[in-house]
């Protein structure tokens, strides 16, 4: 089979491929990002590219316009080269930098949310340090040094104490000067070292004893591995303050952007592999510039605490994913067990340990008992309802006496997926829309105040709520095309509306920014699918939402969020919003309070414990309820009055 | 330098050396033994070779007869090649052979002693496998792999359990079949699978999760780590049988015949890498003999218990010996941690784990640990005298009340150093001697019955008590040279008396096999050496020997010992014969023990941390004892009113 050279713009990657590999894959192997979310199974219409020159074959498609496809606009995963090619990818598949993010104060805020904040606990770390001052064996007392150090560590962490052979054998010369003599040489005692002491299971093990006192050189790794983005943030164990913070994509990103689409490419060969060595480079990237920027050895990082869902724990621990995916979706571990960071490729301190925070199933990670712990619901009096936002709704109801949870499918278009313009909250997204009722003139704010290029969740929450508001869609979601006064933001395309946000010469994307009544259906059945979650958990313990009083929100995605909006298009409930508290990037703020006490640990392991899952697959109420809720924001409108009031005075 | 071909008979070992090199290190280069336990200091003088062909220069020596001299014999230390050089070894200077040990029943009793019982204790061994059966995962039921197998292995063996990463990652490989379809695979769930849980500190944890039930393959190696034997016993784990034994000399005695010589030698560079390398390799040998005899893999030895003195310890765990050597004689670690056997090089199964008896200082090992707990002396109201014979003599002393310890440095005498005609317990070693006082008619036996080529330890205790009774020497050692009627024995060298035990004709050796006032001195010291520390253990706690209810003699070399004998010398108290009891070799017993109980496991540690230790060195009453107890068989006849009798009766 013939061969073709593959050259990608703007990134001038270049690749050799035969005939049979469509552009998707050839993209993969230069390492570049050409947007989509299926990972090739051509449904999300994402990975658009633009061919330059030379010639390619493969499918039409109905997700590019007949303008498009005379610009050169092919979707990669259905197209395969003829001949030599030059491949530009444009804006809006691009993946976007988050180089400068940790950085800008503000980009910091939203990533981390409660985790930049200081946590409220006492510090005793999952790693500690202790400076030893060792008194000489002598003829009276001539314990061996393994058990003077034990001795000596125990004062200051009582309990079972573990050491390796590697740590036993360096103990002489950690404790002692060998001053070398003429022929031989002579031991002088000197006994002030650093132990390193680290939590594993229900044991204590020395991890390190170092001469002298380091023990003002300890640092963690708070990390939030996200299906789309990796949070890291670089924390002092012995004060707890967060020094700096880095985030970037997943690269996982181009085996898919969703778990399903990516425990699908662990079963080609090899992909399981390349997914687990993906996230292992992506840490490594961040470890390298945190440490760099901070000016510290990667050796003074003495543990990685990282939460995520549990299929990201699955790829990041080189664990099977594939049962995940099939009925009755059994993760392999739902506790890790704590070991070397070294073991996965890690490059720590080479006896640092990474924890992983522990999960309630298949389809709620260790992610949600992080925001469980962060948010406090647990401990409180008061009921609580967390909802994690994203391609995966999770959904926790509770308090201090029961905590149940569930995880609906609720789809990406609040991640740009299945949207017609939709992308990533990047540069040039659309963040917010406000539109005029009275002459319908719409505003609109971007990512980086860049050329607007597409909706990302915000904005399409935002986009649907404002119309539903001027009552340009009706409560099913359809446009009111009869009503005559917005005819002008209306274009035409194969025999449906398309409702023009930005107009094509106001655009960064060259063409209309539009929202079609096929977008109004996706948004409906992702929110659908997370209200009617949290209303499954809710009435299945015989209570409805008014009787809950708090609601966290969680994800960077929400803080950008209008309550009144979302409670306007029924993503949430409609509880008074004072009782909406935005909680960040809680996954990672409860990583972070784990790794700085001990008893945050114990702590998150028994919500772990006692969360209840309940699978929504094998519960009849659910169809009922996602049905009832694929309204706008309801069909039942009484269960929204304050929305009614708004649809009455209208 | 010019450089010189070294070849070995009678082992045909060949080795190129420069005119620097003494032939003892181009022995070791050549891995040939040639004797000699000071480790090439020039002053224990066993190290003899004979230069056939070549020229060889260096100092003679004292320990040399002008007739050796002559026949070529040269001690390896002390020369170098000036020419190529044939060597033979003469068999005095050979290492023996102990192939055969272990198959042959009667060798295998005196290496085993009360380790070839099967023990009497409940079967609970430290490394357990448990066959699992394990309910499908549903909807209902969709618990993780990990934590339903962590959940039936807590049925079996409650308390904290671990698993490692590795472990985990092959779990759903071990509960399911994964059967390949057209294109992908499918799961079956099995759920048969057998776990290996050992016991690691104050953790269980599983070392292994394999496919079906393997639980009837466990085997567990038990290892006595002598300064001169290493001896390994296979053991069913499930049954506590021992299937087989294996022993071999440890080939460390080329790099010096006591710990002493051996940590100066780990002193030179890479040494100490040598020495832990040699007793890998050893043990090695041993598991490769067992398991093809046994017909087993590598992978069924689960673990590994090792019992030895502290030194031999350091040196298999690769931990700096050096400061168990110079004041306060500190060790690394007395209760080294269990650890991968892997990790020392050890090949059994990959995860099987190492475990090491706990030491209570630099000269109160492992092995005499063991021997308490094989002797049951902890438990029980009589007070007990546990006595190991060896270089080094450790005495014990105590009940279930106390338990004390010390440890003298005998010397060589037992194992054929210092003694002109000694030599270790190999084939034609005199291992008993009768004198018939009335005519002094002499009559010996020999070890294999081959010709008699020297004198190991029983024959020289045996010669020296005959010679007492005899009236052949006096109390204080000197030959009674006066009476007329043994002149024809004795022989003149440099004008001192020998005493000529088999004449050059009959012996092996091609000359006579003598005594020397010189040897009774040195027996007389060693012996006084363990007598007094036997002395001031029971001094310390205010008792005496009349007290003591049970001496148990350790070590192999106790078997062939005459109890009454060793008391006429005065190595052992004058107790009655029958509060004396052979164990033979405890420590292997003891590690037996351990291996197929936790409580066991519980208990040697228990014992340790009951021993307290007594340095000699620092105890005046030590040397005023050891210079009364230099007296055949004490400078106080008093003491030993059984011998006082039969020289009166004389």
Redesign the interface.
């Known amino acids: 089979m013939p061969e073709f050279r593959v050259r990608f713009l703007p990134d001038e990657q270049e690749v050799v491929v035969d005939g049979s590999t469509t552009l998707l894959e050839a993209a993969r192997q230069a390492n570049v990002y050409t947007g989509g979310i299926c990972a090739g199974e051509g449904i999300c219409g994402k990975c658009r590219i633009i061919v330059r020159q030379g010639e390619v074959e493969g499918e039409s498609t109905d997700f590019l316009t007949r303008d498009e496809i005379r610009h050169g606009y092919v979707l990669a995963c259905k197209v395969v080269p003829k001949s030599d090619v030059l491949i530009e990818v444009p804006p809006e598949s691009r993946l976007g930098g988050y180089e400068g993010l940790g950085r800008d104060d503000e980009q910091f805020r939203d990533f981390a949310g409660r985790a930049a904040q200081p946590p409220a606990v006492e510090i005793a770390p999952l790693v500690e340090k202790f400076a030893l001052q060792l008194a000489p064996?002598?003829?009276?007392?001539?314990?061996?040094?393994?058990?003077r150090v034990l001795e000596a560590i125990g004062k200051r962490r009582p309990g079972?104490m573990?050491?390796?052979?590697k740590i036993?054998?360096e103990?002489?010369?950690a404790l002692r000067r060998r001053v070398v003599g003429r022929s031989?040489?002579n031991?002088h005692w000197d006994g002030r070292a650093t132990a390193t002491i680290g939590l594993?299971?229900?044991?204590n093990e020395v991890l390190c004893i170092e001469p002298g006192d380091t023990s003002g050189r300890n640092l963690g790794l708070a990390l939030d591995l996200g299906t789309t983005t990796i949070v890291a943030h670089l924390v002092d164990l012995a004060t707890g303050t967060t020094h700096d913070a880095a985030a970037k994509y997943n690269s996982q990103i181009k085996f898919g952007g969703d778990v399903i689409s990516r425990i699908n490419s662990a079963?080609q060969p090899g992909g399981a592999e390349a997914l687990h060595q993906a996230v292992i480079r992506d840490i490594d990237t961040l470890i390298e510039d945190l440490a760099n920027r901070a000016h510290i050895a990667r050796g003074d990082i003495s543990c990685v605490v990282a939460a995520g869902n549990t299929a990201m724990m699955h790829f990041l621990?080189?664990?099977?994913a594939?049962?995940i995916r099939?009925?009755?979706?059994?993760?392999?571990?739902?506790?890790?067990?704590p070991?070397r960071a070294a073991?996965?490729g890690l490059r720590i301190n080479p006896r640092g340990i990474l924890y992983t925070l522990p999960m309630a199933?298949?389809y709620v990670g260790g992610d949600i008992t992080a925001g469980v712990l962060a948010s406090g619901m647990h401990r409180s009096e008061e009921l609580a309802l967390l909802l994690d936002i994203g391609t995966n709704g999770e959904v926790v109801l509770g308090n201090r006496d029961f905590l149940v949870a569930c995880s609906a499918s609720a789809g990406p278009a609040f991640e740009g997926g299945s949207i017609s313009c939709g992308m990533r909250a990047t540069a040039g997204a659309i963040d917010s829309v406000r539109i005029r009722p009275r002459d319908l003139t719409i505003s609109t704010t971007t990512i980086d105040n860049c050329p607007p290029v597409g909706l990302c969740g915000t904005g399409l929450i935002d986009t649907i709520a404002e119309m539903l508001l001027a009552g340009l869609v009706d409560r099913s979601g359809q446009f009111r095309t009869d009503r005559v006064t917005w005819r002008f933001r209306l274009a035409d395309y194969d025999h449906r509306s398309q409702f023009i946000l930005v107009a094509a010469e106001a655009s960064g994307r060259g063409r209309d920014i539009v929202l079609t009544e096929s977008d109004v259906e996706n948004l409906i059945r992702t929110k659908g699918a997370i209200y009617a979650a949290a209303d499954s958990l809710v009435q299945s313990i015989g209570l409805c939402f008014a009787d809950v009083q708090k609601v966290y929100i969680a994800g960077a995605f929400g803080n950008r969020m209008d309550i009144a909006h979302c409670i306007a298009i029924g993503l949430l409930p409609d509880v008074p919003v004072e009782r909406v508290e935005f909680i960040g990037n809680s996954s990672l703020a409860g990583a972070k309070l784990v790794m700085l006490s001990r008893r945050m640990f114990e702590e998150i392991h028994q919500i772990r414990d006692r969360i209840t899952?309940r699978?929504l697959?094998?519960d009849p109420n659910y169809m009922e309820q996602f049905t009832s809720a694929c309204f706008l924001p309801h069909t039942d409108l009484a269960r929204f009055p304050s929305v009614a009031r708004q649809h009455a005075m209208r």
């Open positions: 064996p002598t003829l009276d007392d001539p314990t061996a040094d393994q058990e079972p573990q050491m390796g052979l036993a054998r103990l002489p010369f031989a040489w031991w594993r299971g229900d044991l079963r621990l080189g664990l099977e594939d049962l099939i009925s009755p979706f059994v993760p392999v571990a739902t506790s890790p067990p070991f073991e996965i199933g298949s899952y699978e697959m094998v």
